[in-house]
């Protein structure tokens, strides 16, 4: 396993104001996948919206309950059906 990013910048440190604007904005539906979930922020805020969230990392950092977390690589093809999300963020991802 890789090391972690120093936690004093980028994602590890804050929500992006501007990322939680656009899952208020454009998340619809009662289901959600966040793919590279990182903390969950984004997760958690769909949650908070009255989402069914799965979220998909390679170590699990969230800290909510409400998110179901699948710690594993994020690769092709994922163990869903299709259309089984109603949403699905993807949100600094390389």
């Known amino acids: 396993m890789s090391s ?7 994602w590890l440190v804050s929500p992006s104001q501007l990322k ?7 998340a619809v539906g009662q289901t959600a996948l966040d793919l590279g979930c990182g903390r969950g922020w ?28 699948l710690e594993q690589p994020i690769e092709a093809p ?9 949403t699905v963020l993807m949100f600094d991802m390389n």
């Open 78 to 86: 994922l163990p869903f059906d299709d259309g089984v999300f109603d």
């Open 4 to 10: 972690l990013p120093e936690a004093t910048v980028g």
């Open 42 to 69: 984004y997760a958690t805020a769909l949650a908070d919206r009255g989402f069914r969230v799965t979220a998909i990392d390679q170590v699990n950092r969230v800290q909510d309950s409400r998110v179901t977390v």
């Open 20 to 26: 939680l604007d656009y899952v208020r904005r454009y």
